[in-house]
């Protein structure tokens, strides 16, 4: 499984907090989102907003990023703590 | 010079309190106040090598983009957070000479004046210090995942980023 998480605007636009998927077809962070639109469709636009940020494990990532099962992946607005 | 900051390591569960002491730094995520002074009573006891301490703190402001602001909902990534002011704190430490370094940064909920944030450098002299504050603010505010809700008196709003702090940490390239 890969654990999916949201933060701030983001989960709130998607009223989630969360999500587990099956690593099945997984191998980037872009099938992350693929993955997410196909369970969830109303949030494509949201998701394929270009200014959104990605992590995986802890570390900014992007489309290509690898992402392997029992991954904890993230996606957020950018960030504006300080 | 000491191995720092007397307090040791301590994570208090369910308080969303993280205070992390290696390598002569410390950061720390909470949703408690915390003292200037204390704060650079633990940067500077027994530490007699440096002469420069540079702080900076950030508080709450009455204005923000024309809107009245009532306080501010901060939220942060638990861990990642940690993470990436552990690889800021390392950069700085690679650019300049430092002594310790102390990074607090409050989330939840915060009212007009409270403080939001602090970052305070030792060093030897204090051209290093200044510009290592100055540089762990530029990429905290850019890198490190926390995330402002706006209680305003016309409404609650997400902050959007700002292009000024991605180009000011830009500069530092």
Known sequence: MIKVIFFAALREQLNC???????????????????????????????????????VNHDMGNAQTPVNSGDEVAFFPPVTGG | MKSL????????????????TSNNHRISIQEQDFSLNDEV??????????????????RVRN???????????????????????????????QRWQLGRISVIHRIGQLYLGEQIVFVG??????????AAAEF???????????????LTEEGEN????????????????
């Open chain 1, 17 to 55: 907090g969360g999500i587990e998927l099956d690593a099945e077809n997984i191998s980037n962070i872009a099938h992350v989102k693929q993955a997410l639109v196909k369970t969830h469709p109303q949030w494509q636009s949201i998701l394929e907003n270009a200014a959104l940020l990605s992590a």
């Open chain 2, 5 to 20: 900051f007397s307090p040791p390591l301590l994570v208090v569960n369910g308080m969303k309190n993280s205070v992390n």
């Open chain 2, 41 to 58: 009573a633990l940067l500077e006891a027994d530490n007699y090598e440096d002469g420069a301490v540079v702080t900076f703190s950030g």
């Open chain 2, 63 to 93: 204005k923000n983009l024309g809107l009245n602001v009532k306080g501010l909902y901060l939220e942060h990534y638990p861990g990642m957070t940690e993470k990436s002011l552990e690889k800021i704190i390392e950069d700085a430490k």
């Open chain 2, 121 to 130: 450098v030792t060093s030897k002299h204090r051209q290093d210090a200044f």
């Open chain 2, 136 to 150: 762990i603010m530029d990429f905290l505010k850019i890198k490190a995942p926390f995330w402002k809700k706006e």
């Open chain 2, 158 to 173: 997400w902050l959007e980023a700002r292009i000024i702090d991605e180009n000011k940490a830009k500069q530092w390239k």
